[in-house]
């Protein structure tokens, strides 16, 4: 009986082991390709890592990656979309084992964000999965998930805390020839699941212009209206809406 609860003590510590120190052995840098290529299939566009990428378990399933690019639309003003400095995402591990996706965090570090309406009214923001050629006439590609259920999935995933850190936006609309640049954005979002509701306070630079902002969105329904609450203040002044 000892051996026995000897032997399961050791495999229990070799797999302790292995989840622990496992993700720093591995090179994850090697899947990098694989990710970019499952992107591409998604979102028709480009993900580029260059960097290095960064997985560990404990305390929190985290994953981080450096100098990652996301591709524009064809046509576009600029070669990227989005373009930042380092991305980490850390997931709740015990709602993660009770199948709840939990994102305890997602930081973004110098991200530079292209907006852009085209001159034939593109927008680079609207994104589809690549078109392959392929055409799946099989019984079960007709079977296609109703909106209820995406929403539903959808909303089960949870966002605690969402922080941009030195950020900025530009957007382009081409078909009136406007610039509209954000500079020094720093934000910090929580959100009740994806589709909200969503609750955001921060600061940025409008036109030279300091702006510190507080909003408040709510759950975004189909055909529903979407009570939304914003306050901006001008600065460290009293000036605020």
């Known amino acids: 009986m000892k051996k026995i609860v000897w032997g399961l003590s050791i495999v229990v510590l ?37 960097g290095d990428v960064q997985v560990t378990l404990f305390p929190a399933p985290t994953i981080i990656a450096n100098d990652v690019s996301f591709s524009n639309m064809q046509g576009a003003a600029t070669e990227t979309m989005v373009k930042l400095e380092r991305a980490e995402v850390k997931i709740a591990l015990r709602t993660l084992l009770a199948g709840q996706i939990k994102i ?53 995933v949870v966002l605690d805390d969402f922080t941009i850190v030195d950020g900025a936006l530009n957007y382009r609309d081409l078909a009136h020839g406007t610039i509209e ?42 055909s529903r209206t979407l009570p939304l609450n914003l306050k901006f203040s001008v600065g460290e002044s009293s000036a605020s809406l």
């Open 14 to 50: 070799i797999i302790v082991g292995v989840i622990v120190v496992g993700p720093s052995i591995i090179d994850w840098n090697a899947y990098k390709d694989d990710v970019s290529q499952k992107v591409k299939v998604l979102t028709g566009r480009d993900l580029k890592i260059s």
């Open 104 to 156: 305890e965090t997602v930081l973004l570090i110098k991200p530079i964000i292209e907006l852009e309406l085209a001159a034939d009214g593109r927008k680079n923001w609207e994104i589809k999965p690549l078109d392959t050629g392929v055409k799946n006439t099989s019984r079960s590609s007709k079977k296609t998930q109703t909106s209820s259920e995406a929403e539903a999935s959808v909303s089960s």
């Open 181 to 222: 640049r954000i500079e020094g954005l720093n934000a910090h979002v929580e959100a009740g699941s994806l589709i909200g509701p969503f609750q955001s306070k921060g600061a940025l630079t409008l036109r030279n212009i300091p702006l510190s902002y507080n909003i408040s969105v709510g759950e975004v329904i189909k």
